[in-house]
């Protein structure tokens, strides 16, 4: 039953005869996780807690950074530094102290994705890695959850619901995972600040028509969104009975490996400035894109974007000793590793964190 307080708050859903207080106990008593609590997961959040949600888990293992701040509303300059998925949770309960909030600081990684997804009614997607969507896809189809996908970039977005009612998953509309070279990210490319806005308000819209049972959910189809002109298509795609079949422990592990996390030695902006200032330097790389390079590196770094390490590789050291680093140090991540196995160079250290552990360590 409603309470006195929550028929207030929820008044203008209640004079819904789609909602009405049967609709908002049903509300009430759903339970909602959210991974990614960055641009996607920001708005999806704010408007589901104050849509009156029961229950909301909020999974993310990352700090908030002030590169965040532009599109992540949750979040202000005093929250620097903090873990977003607690940040996400305080701005969540002074929003609406009458829903639960649940913290998950982690990553959602094949070892507990099953134990994040089995407590919840339904999955929404905020994550911006490949690895992950295909994790959580596969874990919602093993454990029988609707699926609420949302992604950006630059300047354009998608929504879809997978896995809903009988209807397509994520894999039968993407088989098969980009390579680390296709899968473009924000670090690397850029996104305007209030494009996850619109998506992510988007999937919150969708979340509530799988729990309320109204309207036209997006299954099967896939909402496109151009800011630049303001035009939306919705393109539509059928089940895949092999690809929809695919699931947690069926599915190719090697799909989930970013998500696990690339295993590389790596080294800490304090310790990267030593090594600098030894007799021996080591050999700096830098991985991101060229923009990203001109607006600030460190002293002497060459540059090889990761989409052109095939290219660069024999201009490389395969001896010395080599510090690879992009943004954030993902990118660099997964160049050490493909450096490692697929060129044979050795002594390489990534650096945790990247230029954002550099410029906030000086």
């Excluded at 929809?244 to 190719?252: K, N």
């Excluded at 090697?254 to 030894?278: K, M, R």
């Excluded at 001109?294 to 000793?321: D, I």
């Excluded at 954030?328 to 990534?350: D, I, M, P, W």
Aim: charged share 20%.
């Amino acid at each position: 039953m409603l309470s006195p307080e929550e028929r207030q708050t929820y008044r203008r859903h209640l004079q819904l005869p789609e909602i009405g207080e049967a609709g908002q106990e049903r509300l009430k008593a759903a339970r909602v996780l959210v991974v990614g609590a960055g641009g996607l997961g920001c708005p999806v959040l704010q408007y589901l807690a104050a849509a009156g949600v029961g229950t909301l888990g909020i999974v993310d293992a990352d700090v908030v950074e002030r590169s965040n701040l532009h599109r992540q509303i949750l979040f202000g300059p005093a929250d620097l530094g903090q873990p977003k998925a607690e940040a996400a949770a305080r701005a969540v309960q002074r929003l609406n102290p009458l829903v639960q909030v649940r913290v998950h600081r982690c990553r959602a990684v094949p070892a507990n994705v099953r134990e994040l997804v089995e407590d919840y009614d339904v999955v929404v997607d905020g994550s911006d890695n490949f690895p992950t969507r295909y994790l959580l896809n596969d874990a919602c189809v093993l454990l029988g959850k609707p699926l609420v996908s949302g992604a950006i970039y630059k300047f354009e977005g998608q929504v879809s619901v997978f896995n809903y009612a009988g209807g397509p998953t994520y894999r039968c509309l993407f088989p098969q995972p980009p390579t680390a070279a296709e899968a473009p990210n924000c670090d690397a490319t850029g996104v305007l600040g209030v494009l996850p806005g619109l998506v992510g308000t988007a999937q919150a819209t969708e979340t509530l028509k799988v729990l309320l049972g109204i309207g036209e959910v997006l299954s099967g189809r896939l909402w496109l969104f151009d800011a630049l002109t303001f035009a939306t298509r919705t393109l539509k795609f059928a089940r895949r009975p092999e690809q929809a079949a695919l699931h947690l422990g069926t599915a190719p592990a090697a799909d989930y490996a970013e998500a696990c996390g690339a295993d590389v030695a790596s080294v800490t902006a304090a310790e990267l400035a030593a090594l600098l200032n030894s007799a021996h330097p080591p050999f700096l790389l830098d991985v991101r894109e060229a923009h990203e390079y001109a607006n600030g590196h460190l002293p002497g770094a060459v540059l090889l974007p990761l989409g052109e390490l095939a290219k660069g590789v024999a201009g490389l050291p395969h001896q010395h000793p080599m510090v690879v680093y992009c943004h954030s140090g993902r990118r660099s991540a997964q160049a050490v590793e493909r450096l490692q196995t697929e060129f044979g160079l050795v002594n390489l250290l990534n650096l945790t964190g990247g230029m954002v552990a550099w410029e906030d360590a000086a």
